[in-house]
């Protein structure tokens, strides 16, 4: 506003950076891609819906200025007029400035006008029905976007009797859930849209109660990342080398954990009533896994520096990367390397300030 006084003139110049506004437009960008494709899913309907209104268009225009352009009260006296009142009245704006002033011209003015209603009708049709036809994939779209906000989450595939307890205790414990349920090929579009499946990805849960699903999902993530973990139902034991062999590092029989549980169950009823209720939805009970960051490493060099008891928090074992093994209730003399994994039990609190814990003590010098 300073600008339009005379002494502020030089102020003028500042307007530019009005234009970095146009900057926003880039945000989206993306959007107004899809919106061509969904349209050019039409494209044979509008260039026939063109080619009427251009038709349309040179004819009223032609007759209109052979009915107006020799009458003096009249305000088309050239092509242009003329083509320009054909324009404007066809797309329904109807500015008034220029009208027909002899009957004929008006019974012309009539026609173009029902013309551009139902060239108007046609139009909204067409973009209708192609945002209908194509609603779930932009939906998808927006999805799959939306999922490159998102630090962790699991990749569930299938949506059937498994998965569906594994997505409510996993929400109950505050994880992000993704689930692919239609066709596994999609999860190639992660790539394209920018989804970095190494560092977002914590694990892809193929649950399909079909092998020949599993197996192709499982192909499809491989062909684009040759590390992320990956999880697998197996329905039958015949199929387990063809899964092993599609890139799936651990497999679940459901047969044979089925078997596993009922004979500890008879075996040890009392042991096994104590695990089954410490792992239930009403007990706060956890038992985590903690990695051991570079940061834990420097704070903490064996186990018996970790400080766990203060916590109410008991280390079950160590989880060592560099032998592959897995060290029950360690020594306090096992020491801790980055990449290893601490396996403790507790309270969910109790864990979550043993965590914080080990990420903020500063060793003693």
Request: hydrophobic content about 45%; charged content about 20%; glycine content about 4%.
């Amino acid at each position: 506003m300073l600008a339009i006084l005379p002494f502020f003139h030089e102020l003028r110049l500042l307007r530019i950076f009005i234009l970095f506004r146009v900057f926003k437009l880039f945000r989206y960008a993306r959007s107004f891609q899809t919106l061509a494709g969904v349209l050019a899913t039409k494209k044979f309907e509008f260039i026939t819906l063109a080619l009427f209104s251009s038709i349309v268009i040179f004819v009223s225009s032609v007759l209109i200025y052979v009915m107006e352009a020799n009458n003096d009260a009249s305000p088309i006296n050239t092509l242009f007029d003329a083509l320009y009142w054909s324009i404007v009245t066809i797309s329904t704006v109807g500015y008034g400035d220029v009208t027909p002033a002899t009957d004929a011209g008006r019974f012309v003015a009539m026609v173009v006008i029902i013309a551009g209603i139902a060239v108007l009708a046609f139009t909204t049709s067409l973009v209708v029905s192609a945002l209908t036809d194509k609603l779930d994939e932009i939906r998808e779209v927006k999805t799959i976007e939306n999922l490159s906000k998102l630090k962790e989450f699991y990749l569930v595939c299938g949506y059937e009797h498994v998965a569906q307890e594994l997505c409510k205790k996993l929400a109950s414990s505050s994880h992000n859930i993704i689930v692919l349920d239609d066709d596994p090929s999609k999860i190639s579009s992660y790539k394209n849209l920018g989804i970095d499946t190494k560092k977002q990805v914590k694990a892809v849960l193929c649950l399909r109660e079909d092998d020949v699903a599993n197996v192709y999902t499982a192909l499809t993530v491989r062909s684009f990342d040759k590390e992320v973990f990956m999880l697998s139902l197996l329905m039958n034991d015949g199929n387990r080398k063809k899964l092993e062999f599609a890139g799936i590092n651990h497999l679940v029989y459901p047969q044979e954990v089925v078997a596993m549980i009922t004979k500890e169950f008879i075996g040890k009823p009392v042991a096994f009533e104590v695990v089954h209720a410490m792992r239930s939805a009403n007990n706060n009970v956890n038992i985590d896994e903690l990695s051991v960051t570079t940061r834990v490493s420097e704070n903490f060099k064996t186990v018996g520096e970790l400080g766990n008891s203060a916590y109410r928090v008991i280390v079950l074992g160590i989880y060592q990367k560099c032998s592959d093994k897995f060290l029950f209730n360690p020594p306090k003399s096992t020491t801790i390397e980055v990449g290893d994994y601490i396996i403790a039990i507790g309270y969910k609190v109790f864990i979550g300030e043993f965590e914080r814990h080990l990420h903020t003590k500063v060793r003693d010098a």
